[in-house]
């Protein structure tokens, strides 16, 4: 027969808030695996469609007044 344990905390400890982080990185991160999967056709399409712009001289040129 196989037992299950529950482990029982307050929340609000160090434990629990680490948990939900962790729980919440991997619910974002697999959504994101599964858009992506769902989409990768189109989101590749668009990211093809701006490469003439990403390697443009005004591309360049904004790049360095946002690092300013």
């Not at 307050?10 to 982080?21: A, H, K, Y």
């Not at 093809?48 to 790049?63: H, K, V, W």
């Amino acid at each position: 027969m196989a037992r299950v344990y529950v482990t029982s905390a307050r929340f609000g400890d160090e434990g629990s808030w680490r948990l939900l982080g962790v729980t919440i990185l991997l619910v974002v991160l697999l959504t994101i695996n599964t858009l992506y999967s769902a989409y990768q056709e189109s989101i590749d399409a668009w990211w093809e469609s701006g490469r003439e712009f990403r390697e443009s001289r005004s591309a360049r040129r904004a790049g360095i007044c946002v690092s300013w």
